[in-house]
């Protein structure tokens, strides 16, 4: 992996990237409170197939803070910016979580570059909190070792392990200038927004809902609100997998992905 930095719009954005130099680009956005090494387990079995991107999202991991209103249009905006920025033509996505949010708002929107989606666990529906979100937020807003240790392995499936380098990565990311406004603003933005159910019926493209069946950030039984909204859109539950499959499961999950977006 490469790690480079774009400017967009004035704001530094952090990059990682990956794989082949083919026309088949991958653009892999991470969750709320992530970075871009979320995608680090999965990413060795994707870059023999795809060019990879997987920014920091504006406002998130190294890239740069500004103080503004973090909504869904916010991360559509840079999301389509920094496709543009890239020179991307035409490109798949995959969004966990927020950045599954952000992923389906983009299709519903988009020009014809984004060509397929796959969204794992996706944020948007879900508008009460979980006690699984309640020790994630508290872990952001409060880092240390601990509190992240106990949230991350809420998110997990049962008996997974928590990496050390995961724990220090946010703990070091959610210590940064702004990095705790920049959390709150998001939460705030997805609590304020409009209902997303409209959006997703304006999705046209082939998209593929993953969902952890013991998701416990998200839970599983809001997996059928996607899948019933969005046209032409396949279903894979991931059994004993968490909110991270992508961390929990990435061979079995690559192989899946290799499987849809090939098609």
């Not at 389906?104 to 397929?116: D, L, M, R």
Request: proline residues 6%; glycine residues 6%; charged residues 20%.
């Amino acid at each position: 992996m490469k790690e480079k930095f774009i400017v967009i719009n004035r704001n530094s954005i952090r990059y990682l990237e990956d794989g082949s130099q083919s026309d088949r680009n991958l653009i892999l956005l991470h969750g709320l409170g992530g970075y871009a090494e979320r995608w680090s387990n999965i990413m060795p079995y994707l870059n023999k197939k795809y060019h990879i991107f997987a920014p920091d999202i504006i406002g998130y991991g190294q890239s740069d803070k500004p103080s503004v209103d973090y909504t869904p249009e916010f991360f559509i905006k840079f999301v389509f910016d920094f496709i543009e920025s890239l020179g991307i033509k035409k490109t798949f996505m995959i969004g966990t979580s927020l950045g599954g949010q952000i992923t389906a708002e983009c299709a519903a929107v988009q020009n014809s570059v984004i060509e397929k989606i796959v969204l794992i666990s996706p944020a948007g529906i879900m508008k009460k909190s979980t006690p699984t979100l309640d020790a994630y937020t508290m872990a952001a807003l409060y880092p240390n070792k601990d509190s992240v240790k106990n949230a991350y392995q809420m998110m997990i499936g049962p008996g997974m392990q928590v990496s050390e380098i995961s724990i220090e990565r946010f703990v070091n990311n959610m210590s940064r200038p702004n990095a705790k406004m920049v959390f709150l603003s998001t939460l705030l933005g997805l609590k304020n927004a409009p209902d997303i159910f409209e959006k997703l019926s304006k999705i046209d493209i082939p998209t593929l809902v993953i969902w952890g069946n013991e998701d416990k950030l998200i839970p599983f039984e809001y997996s059928h609100q996607f899948v019933s909204r969005i046209k032409n859109c396949e279903f894979m539950p991931m059994e004993g997998c968490g909110h991270s499959p992508y961390v929990e499961k990435p061979e079995k999950l690559a192989e899946i992905i290799i499987k849809f977006l090939s098609k």
